[in-house]
C-alpha cells in the first residue's frame, strides 16, 4: 500500500525552493505539478540560481591582489595627503596668528627696553649664552663693538659670550659678563632706533634690571635679584666710551 503524499501550501512551497532551488522531495514536485503558478515560480528561482552560480564562476586575474594592494596603497596616501593638507593649514593658522601676535607685542612693547630685555633672557632660560664658558678678550669685545661705535677703555672682568642679536628687529650686542661677586649678569647694547622708552630700574618675579642711555644707544644690564646690578652698572658706565 503507497503512502499518501500530503499537498503542500503555497508559502512552505516557497519556503521549500528558497532553500532549496533543487529540491527534490516527492512533496514539492507534486505541489508543482498540480499548480502551474507554484512551478512557473520554481523554474524562475532555478535559472536565479543558475544565473548566480555561473557569476560565481568569473575567473580572477592573476595580478588582482597586487592590483587591490596598489589600489589600496593610493587610497591610503591621497588620505595621508588631505590629512597632511589640513595640518600643515592648521599650523600655517597657528604659526601665522602667533606671528602676528607676537609682531604686535614687538610695536606696542619694544620701547618698554627693559620688559623685553626680561623678556629676551627669559626666553634663552639656561641656554647657550648664559651656558657658556668663554673668556672672550677685550680686544674682541671692542672690535666688535666699533660697528656699534663702543668700546671699553678697560676689562671690566672675565667675559664668558660676547655677540650681535637681534633685539626687536635692532641689531644690537650681546654679553655674558661677570659681576664682583663672581655671578654671571647679562648686557645688551642697544642702538638708538625709533621712539622708545628708558627704564631706569625694572624686575619681573625672578630677575630685575637696569639701563643708562648714552648718546647713541642704551645699555641693559640684566640678571637675577641678588645679582649686583648696581655696581655693574656703574662700572659700564665708568668704562664704556661711545663715539659722538
Known sequence: MTAE???????????????????????????????PKKQQFWNEIKQLDAKISQASKV?????????LILRQSLESQ???????????????????????????WQQQNVTYLGEYALAHVQHEGDGYALKANGDISLE??????????????????????????????????HLVMEDINGERVTVFVVPHSGDYKVEENFANERMSGQMFDVN???????????????????RLKQNMLFSA
Not at 59 to 67: E, G, Q, T
Not at 88 to 103: E, K, N, P, R
Request: proline content about 2%; some cysteine.
Open 78 to 104: 591621497k588620505s595621508q595627503t588631505r590629512h597632511s593638507k589640513i595640518y600643515l593649514a592648521i599650523a600655517a593658522s597657528v604659526i601665522f596668528t602667533f606671528g602676528l601676535s607676537f609682531s604686535i
Open 59 to 67: 575567473s580572477v586575474p592573476d595580478d588582482l591582489a597586487h592590483k
Open 216 to 234: 647713541r644707544a642704551s645699555v641693559i644690564i640684566v640678571g637675577d635679584k641678588a645679582n649686583a646690578l648696581g655696581e655693574m652698572k656703574y
Open 5 to 35: 503524499v500530503t499537498k503542500m501550501d503555497d508559502l512552505q512551497f516557497r519556503r521549500t525552493i528558497y532553500a532549496d532551488p533543487h529540491c527534490a522531495d516527492d512533496e514539492v514536485k507534486l505541489a508543482a505539478s498540480d499548480d
Open 140 to 173: 674682541t669685545v671692542n672690535a666688535q663693538l666699533a660697528s656699534l661705535g663702543a668700546e671699553f677703555k678697560q676689562s671690566l672682568g672675565r667675559i664668558y659670550y660676547a655677540n650681535f642679536c637681534n633685539f626687536g628687529n635692532i641689531r644690537s650686542y
